[in-house]
């Protein structure tokens, strides 16, 4: 080998996974607030919601927001309807492309937390 690869450590890491998470937030964050059948800011929702949507963002980009209207208006209509928002994240190809992943961001999109459920 020519050029010997460093070691990936943590530090090496974190700072490239905060600006990836910067990026993706961002661009989940401007999706949400430009879409046309939002109420409330992204900003003003549940720490667990913005998680979940960016989260999402890792696998299917920013725009996804547009093809999970039904999930966007259950959020939008409060904390009430997230079970609803949850099986229109579950009802996805998404959710039939990434499975593990789809079924975290339904228990916090959901309860709050992964683990409950």
Known sequence: MKYPIPAFTQTVA????????????SGVANAWNKSGNTTVSFTTLAPNIRLALIDMSYNIGYGFISDFAK??????????NLAFAGFELMDSDYATQVPNRATLNFRLIVSGREAEL
């Open 71 to 80: 999930m966007v208006t259950y959020i939008n209509s409060g904390s009430t």
């Open 14 to 25: 974190s700072p490239w996974f905060a600006a990836e998470y910067t990026t993706h937030a």
